[in-house]
């Protein structure tokens, strides 16, 4: 495919921005000047990330290797939903019918085809990786539908949603960087077990800091004063 190196050149740079920027962004006080600059060129290298892996895939397909290019072509969804969120739930956040517009609805859709494609595909393969993965997009989906009515009754939802898709694209970084670059920093280990530390750990403490990120976000119940006792 002409022009391929240049971009899988781009599709590595803009990946190491994402993953620099994303720490950076992460150890920074939220909301202030800096906090949105560093942002936005994470937002930035996201959408590169996802023009420049188009090509990718589509080379997959040039090489006859249809099931790496699903597999790419999933991971582009995920990825964009993550994006998509990350960048709308702050944008919208005054407008919350608009977030859970048509986009949101079709992200959500996307995620659930997909993911039933993927673990179709396998299925038909014998492919732990491929079955695995396809939880992501079948749950994510089908959280995003069920939500859709009730997201934006919650108090600071826009909140909730953005760092839940920063988490979901920190994830998309930090495999393509474990499962590409550290096997050529640490050829001594091995190859399978890293593969699968490579896929399936940056999803564990994805799952972890969430759970740790809802319950310090959780909205403070006021207690309610007993009534007093009748004499």
């Known amino acids: 495919m002409p022009g391929f190196s240049t971009f899988l050149m781009l599709h590595v740079a803009a990946g190491v921005i994402a993953l620099v920027t994303f720490w950076l962004n992460g150890a ?5 000047a ?3 600059r560093v942002g936005q060129a994470y937002l930035l290298a996201m959408l590169s990330i996802l023009i420049s892996g188009v090509p990718l895939v589509v080379q997959r397909i040039i090489d006859d290797r249809p099931v790496t290019a699903a597999f790419l072509a999933y991971l582009l969804v995920l990825t964009a939903t993550g994006t998509w969120s990350m960048w709308r739930s702050v944008r919208d956040r005054a407008a919350p019918a608009r977030y859970t ?3 949101y ?4 859709a996307a995620n ?7 673990l179709a595909l396998g299925v038909a393969k014998s492919a732990p990786l491929l079955i695995g993965f396809s939880l992501v997009g079948l749950l994510a989906g089908h959280s995003m539908w069920r939500k859709r009515r009730t997201l934006t009754q919650q108090p ?10 920063m988490l979901a694209n920190g994830v998309a970084t930090h495999i393509a960087f474990l499962s590409i670059g550290l096997p050529r920093l640490l050829p001594q280990v091995d190859a399978g077990a890293l593969h699968y530390l490579s896929w399936f750990g940056p999803l564990v403490i994805a799952g972890a800091a969430k759970l740790w990120l809802d319950r310090r ?3 403070r ?5 007993a009534p007093l006792a009748t004499v």
Do not use: D, F, N, Q
Request: hydrophobic content about 40%.
């Open 221 to 225: 119940t006021v207690g309610v004063p």
């Open 101 to 103: 517009g048509r986009a």
């Open 28 to 32: 920074m006080r939220k909301g202030g």
């Open 34 to 36: 800096l906090h949105r």
């Open 105 to 108: 609805r079709a992200l959500a």
């Open 217 to 219: 976000y959780r909205p």
């Open 112 to 118: 659930v085809l997909s993911g039933a494609g993927i």
């Open 156 to 165: 600071m939802w826009w909140r909730t949603e953005h760092y839940t898709a």
